[in-house]
């Protein structure tokens, strides 16, 4: 039977995460995203990992500034999106929506997931029921809408909401109480929502993260993801809206907030 990937949620900078995935029976290993070289070479060196690829989600510098360092150190490859790489670092592979790759032993499917930029893809292993989503579906949020449309983003949140729910989310930044705080004024009379904050209000106070979360948790407590909700409509006052509009009201809420 195969060994399982280890993958480590890794803090950058001030609230950026990168995602470490690694094949103990390879001893190859794969980066998500890479904010800043000094916090993952000091990763790699007490795992005593090497580098061999590198997939970037987006072209923001906090997820792409440590790329040239790592690739110098390591020797790793570079893996984006073909719509993005005018604005990317140089990539070794290029991907498209639907896509797929195998990485580390897994099969890797490509999603378009813009929003918050235009060709922002996420990640999707299905063997390892993790999916990598950097700054579109983040724990009870999604990312504010720099180059999309909210049509855009809610097309990109209702493909993700499909995977399977037992599908854990990495998501690209601790955000998650400031989200918290947030939801509860869209969506105050859900109870799994309360127990969330409380959880994160925990974890945080332990200095833990707060990302992965599972699929299925964001389905019940995130308010980007819960348009369709009575509660939520009634709160809004759009009981009667697309549910693109809904989820535009919410992004304008949270923008403001």
């Not at 980007?224 to 009201?249: H, I, N």
Request: net charge negative; glycine share 8%.
């Amino acid at each position: 039977m195969a060994m399982p990937l280890e993958i480590i949620t890794l803090p950058c900078l001030s609230d950026n995460y990168a995602f470490l995935i690694h094949n103990p029976a390879s001893g190859e290993t794969a980066l998500v995203d890479a904010p800043e070289p000094g916090a993952i070479r000091a990763a790699l060196t007490e795992r005593g990992w090497g580098l061999d690829w590198i997939l970037l989600t987006h072209h923001h510098w906090d997820h792409i500034d440590g790329v040239a360092e790592l690739r110098a150190a390591y020797g790793a490859k570079v893996i984006g999106a073909a719509a993005d790489a005018h604005r990317l670092p140089e990539l070794d592979l290029t991907v498209e929506d639907g896509g797929r790759f195998t990485l580390l032993g897994e099969e890797v499917q490509v999603m378009d997931v813009s929003g918050h930029t235009v060709g922002h893809i996420a990640f999707y292993m299905p063997g390892a029921a993790a999916v990598f989503t950097a700054d579109s579906l983040m724990a009870l949020g999604c990312g504010r809408l720099f180059e999309g449309t909210p049509q855009q983003m809610w097309a990109s949140l209702s493909r993700l909401a499909t995977l399977p729910p037992q599908t854990l989310v990495y998501s690209g930044h601790e955000y998650t109480q400031a989200n918290g705080a947030f939801a509860v004024t869209v969506d105050p009379g859900n109870p799994a929502l309360q127990a969330r904050v409380a959880d994160i209000a925990l974890a945080r106070r332990n200095n833990d993260p707060t990302v992965p979360s599972s699929l299925k948790l964001e389905l019940d407590t995130n308010p980007f993801l819960r348009t369709k909700d009575p509660a939520v409509r009634a709160r809004l006052g759009m009981q009667d809206a697309e549910d693109s509009e809904v989820f535009a009201e919410i992004r304008r809420r949270k923008d403001n907030f």
